[in-house]
Nanobody, 124 residues
Framework: QVQLVESGGQLVQAGGSLRLSCAAS????????IGWFRQTPGKEREFVAG????????HYADSVRGRFTISRDNNKNTVYLQMTSLKPEDTALYYC?????????????????WGQGTQVTVSS
């Protein structure tokens, strides 16, 4: 079992920055790939970014590549999502999720554990 808690979401103006955090507890954190997903009402939950177990590999959705950076600190059992140049279309509920695998998956079905989400709202 892994418990995940997201934080850092808030209202921000377009062009601004935010850093989201995903704090984990439970089983060994470094055994899990961590992904960030987001969802808006009426839409499917979509992959945003993922980081490998050791932090050496990352993968991004095309819509955020070059603006968002995912990183992890296994000593602190925390994954971060640094978001810059935010756009109104980045408004969503952001979730982190854990996958006990080696490769970074982009589909929700692959992830075993989920947090409750943190709301990001970008005003124009």
């Amino acid at each position: 079992q892994v418990q995940l808690v997201e934080s850092g979401g808030q209202l921000v103006q377009a062009g601004g920055s935010l850093r989201l955090s995903c704090a984990a507890s439970g089983r060994r954190f470094s055994d899990y790939v961590i992904g960030w997903f987001r969802q808006t009402p009426g839409k499917e939950r979509e992959f945003v970014a993922g980081v490998s177990r050791g932090g050496g590999s990352t993968h991004y959705a095309d819509s955020v590549r070059g603006r968002f950076t995912i990183s992890r600190d296994n000593n602190k059992n925390t994954v971060y999502l640094q978001m810059t140049s935010l756009k109104p279309e980045d408004t969503a509920l952001y979730y982190c999720a854990a996958d006990n695998d080696v490769l970074i998956a982009t589909t929700t079905q692959r992830y075993d554990y989920w947090g409750q989400g943190t709301q990001v709202t970008v005003s124009s």
